[in-house]
């Protein structure tokens, strides 16, 4: 392998590190739960219901989809136009 592939290679292979590291899982914080249908586009929080990406911001590809989910205070999902279950339409 010439010098000039190895240093693309390698620079490649740390770019990807970091972004898996900041795409990680999200955890939530005491007294929050989980809210399908109110994320914004890659905003999301982690794995979606479908099971299409694995995790925080990858998959939410439009707002408020209704299979990728925030963590949001426990008792406002619903009064934000969430849904406790995964595919719920909102109403």
């Keep these: 392998m010439n010098r000039r592939l190895f240093v693309v290679t390698a620079a490649l292979a740390g770019a990807m590190a970091a972004s898996a590291a900041q795409a990680g899982p999200v955890t939530p914080a005491a007294g929050q739960e989980k809210c399908y249908g ?19 911001g990858l998959g939410s590809k439009k707002d408020n989809d209704p299979n990728e989910f925030k963590y949001v205070a426990g008792g406002t999902c619903e009064k934000m136009g ?10």
Excluded: R
Aim: hydrophobic share 40%.
């Design 38 to 56: 109110v994320a914004k586009a890659g905003a999301n929080d982690c794995a979606s219901a479908t099971g299409t990406h694995a995790c925080a």
């Design 82 to 91: 969430g849904s406790m279950k995964a595919g719920a339409k909102k109403s």
